[in-house]
């Protein structure tokens, strides 16, 4: 059975750092199209970043410079390392699982909270 | 980037009826559009990928059209489990989603 477990949020003040991890299990990190995605409270959903299988990524113009995705083979676990956090960053963060760089996200995780305040 | 502009963004129905969400790239992207379900707390759940194809497991009152630039989302008689916000997506280049539609109970 494909799962998703994010961990890492919580209450952080601006300017701080924190690093969320994603444990998969059911199928391969590595061989996937990885993603962060992010709810801020009661808005709509806001693609963060992503990580080919290849180990390209890519990050949204707003965490592009502070945020940096990756991910271990071997704990087969994504990370989204969030430095320089700001207010506008409070949002759930969401991992997700795309088979390629053109399908949908087939798989969520629950979600964390990351709050940013002072 | 390509935006995704969703409408309307709210609307009320009743147990039974046809409801239909409309989806617009702002520029042509195929049929490289999914959609999405997403119930209070919860995480978003795919219901149609590739414009239309239905996620294995989602009811086939659920099912989506288009190409280009304009894409629907049609549930053919609302229940009450459907009461949700819904989003478009689109994977042609990078990832975008629509600012959601919330289906309410009328």
């Known amino acids: 059975e494909v799962q998703l477990v994010e961990t890492g949020g919580g209450l952080i003040q601006p300017g701080g750092s924190l690093r969320l991890s994603c444990v998969a299990s059911g199928f391969t990190v590595s061989t996937n199209y990885m993603s962060w995605v992010r709810q801020a409270p009661g808005k709509g959903l806001e693609w963060v970043s992503v990580i080919y299988s290849g180990g390209s990524t890519y990050y949204a113009d707003s965490v592009k410079g502070r945020f940096t995705i990756s991910r271990d083979n071997i704990e087969n676990t994504l990370y989204l390392q969030m430095n320089s956090l700001r207010a506008e960053d409070t949002a759930v963060y969401y991992c997700?699982?795309?088979?390629?760089?053109?399908?949908?996200?087939?798989?969520w995780g629950q979600g964390t909270l990351v709050t940013v305040s002072s | 980037d390509i935006q995704m502009t969703q409408s309307p963004s709210s609307l009320s129905a009743s147990v039974g009826d046809r409801v239909t969400i409309t989806c617009r790239a702002s520029q042509t992207i195929s049929t490289y559009l999914n959609w999405y379900q997403q119930k209070p707390g919860k995480a978003p759940k795919l219901l149609i990928y590739?414009?239309?194809s239905l996620q294995s497991g989602v009811p086939s009152r659920f099912s989506g059209s288009g190409s280009g630039t304009d894409f629907t989302l049609t549930i053919s008689s609302l229940q009450p489990e459907d009461f949700a916000t819904y989003y478009c997506q689109q994977s042609y280049i990078g990832r975008t989603f629509g600012q959601g539609t919330k289906v309410e109970i009328k």
């Open positions: 997700a699982r795309g088979i390629a760089s053109s399908s949908p996200f087939d798989y």
């Open positions: 590739a414009a239309s």
